[in-house]
């Protein structure tokens, strides 16, 4: 069964720097999806993409947030300044079409540390 | 604004026994419920869901969950649980757009 991948697995930075969390879609998805989920907390929506833009973001996604598909295959999520808030496991979710008809697939997410 | 509770924290049952996750609902307009489950160190995995129709749905690995629209809730069911059913269940409601709003989570242990 197709699958959404996500690289790396584990990162660990500084705070203060820059990541980049990847995702590799299933690939007739079209839309996408940032979930986080803060250690010991319910899995909370970040943002969606559709057709190259943000289709809605939630107040989490500030500033300091970024996503953008640069080849038409991998999906990024950027955090321009990390905090030591942002640790969390990110997953990335992606669809063939809309909720209603088609429910979303995760990947096994990414563990973000900030040091 | 839609949300999900998930009024258990942990749910403990013996193998062979049947289950049940509890999941209510709160929405405005009509419900479309999910019930996803996560595995150590994996990511969420769909189990089904519900948009219109039966009442009771069924879904992955002999997972089922029933409907009731005047209790508002959506509670996971399975006649017989394995030991492999342990794991962290999450109900979810769709947003006023296309994204999920999970609830707390539900630990779910099956014992031998």
């Known amino acids: 069964e197709p699958e959404v991948t996500q690289t790396p697995s584990h990162q660990v930075t500084q705070m203060g720097q820059e990541v980049i969390l990847r995702c590799v879609p299933i690939?007739?998805?079209?839309?996408f999806y940032w979930y986080r989920q803060i250690l010991g907390q319910k899995v909370e929506f970040l943002v969606s993409?559709?057709?190259?833009?943000?289709?809605?973001k939630s107040e989490i996604f500030d500033d300091q947030f970024s996503v953008e598909r640069p080849d038409g295959s991998n999906f990024t999520l950027k955090i321009r300044s990390t905090k030591l808030e942002d640790s969390a496991m990110y997953f990335c979710?992606?669809?063939?079409?809309?909720?209603?008809?088609?429910?979303?697939?995760f990947g096994d997410g990414t563990r973000l540390s900030i040091l | 604004a839609q949300s999900v509770a998930q009024p258990e924290d942990q749910v403990n049952v013996a193998e062979g026994n049947p289950l049940t996750v509890k999941c209510t609902y709160s929405?405005?307009?009509?419900?479309?419920l999910f019930w996803y489950v996560q595995y150590p160190n994996r990511g969420l995995q769909f189990l089904l869901k519900?948009?219109?129709?039966?009442?009771l749905v069924k879904g992955s690995y002999g997972f089922e969950a029933e409907f009731n629209k005047s209790q508002t809730s959506f509670h996971l069911k399975k006649p017989s649980a394995l030991v492999s059913d342990s794991a962290l269940y999450f109900c979810?409601?769709?947003?006023?757009?296309?994204?999920?709003?999970f609830g707390t989570g539900t630990r779910l242990q099956v014992f031998p």
């Open positions: 979710a992606t669809s063939e079409g809309a909720l209603e008809n088609q429910p979303q697939h």
């Open positions: 690939s007739n998805h079209l839309y």
């Open positions: 993409f559709y057709n190259n833009e943000i289709s809605e």
């Open positions: 929405v405005s307009g009509n419900p479309y």
């Open positions: 519900y948009i219109t129709g039966d009442n």
């Open positions: 979810a409601v769709r947003g006023v757009t296309d994204k999920l709003i």
